[in-house]
């Protein structure tokens, strides 16, 4: 019953900060240098997380400052805002998202990088701008498993994207993501399987007590990534997320 009288007030906040986000993202960005337009990213973020009815915490040290590609698991649509809410970064997500009313046109102009996966030269494509957002020592957000998943466990890192963070010489920093319900881990905002997006929002609209917690893993300097392939790196950022996120699940159960 909370749930069903939460709905239209916070649909009515989502919508309205949605809408307020896209006329900013058209009006204002084109005019504003990167420092406010990455203030106004987090800050957004913050208050559309809050809107949700989700509360967000953090562990570890990020690095908040010049070229990184941050590394995550992938559960919902909702991971980009709560890393966005930390610092701003440009995420590579399918090109489906762009499709998506308001939230999709939302996080094109926040200058997300869409990959068209099955089309020859997307990822070759993808790399050259993520070289250029480390050129200008911005931070890109990568999700390796190349889909969602439940949230207690992590899938296989695909390799191909870490390639441009090599050439470019830059940190890599994994975060693992963990959705909690009422101080317990959930799978209930997985945004996976046959479940739509609206389902998805009905979701986490009808209910309290979320939060979401980024666990920020230790850096790999561009020093020790030298010494790496894509593979290695993949393979370890994998590993360390893992071992947070099966660890936290069974430290609760």
């Known amino acids: 019953m909370i749930g069903l009288l939460l709905f239209p007030f916070r649909l009515t906040l989502l919508v309205t900060w949605l809408s307020g986000g896209l006329v900013t993202v058209v009006l204002a960005f084109p005019v504003l240098s990167p420092r406010p337009r990455q203030w106004l990213i987090r800050h957004w973020s913050r208050v559309l997380m809050a809107c949700c009815g989700v509360t967000i915490r953090y562990r570890g ?31 590579i ?49 990568l999700f390796p498993e190349g ?13 191909s994207l870490f390639e441009p963070a090599l050439r470019a010489g830059v940190d890599v920093q994994p975060v693992a993501l963990l959705f909690l319900h009422r101080g317990q881990r959930t799978t209930r905002h997985a945004f996976v399987g046959d479940q739509t997006l609206v389902h998805n929002i009905w979701n986490l609209l ?6 979401v917690e980024l666990v920020f893993c230790p850096v790999t300097s561009a020093a020790e990534c030298a010494e790496l392939d894509r593979a290695e790196l993949a ?15 069974h430290e609760e159960r």
């Open 61 to 91: 040290q990020p690095k908040r400052r010049g070229a990184v590609l941050w590394v995550s698991n992938h559960v919902s649509w909702v991971d980009i805002f709560v890393m966005d809410s930390v610092r701003a970064v440009s995420f």
């Open 93 to 141: 997500a399918k090109s489906d998202i762009r499709k998506w009313p308001l939230l999709g046109w939302l996080v094109a102009g926040a200058g997300t990088l869409f990959i068209e996966r099955g089309r020859r030269h997307a990822v070759r494509a993808v790399g050259h701008q993520m070289s250029e957002r480390f050129a200008r020592g911005e931070a890109v957000g």
């Open 147 to 159: 889909t969602t998943s439940h949230g207690l466990d992590v899938a296989t890192f695909h390799s």
């Open 206 to 211: 009808t209910t309290t007590g979320t939060v």
């Open 235 to 249: 393979l370890r950022s994998e590993r360390m997320i893992r071992e947070l996120v099966k660890t936290a699940a």
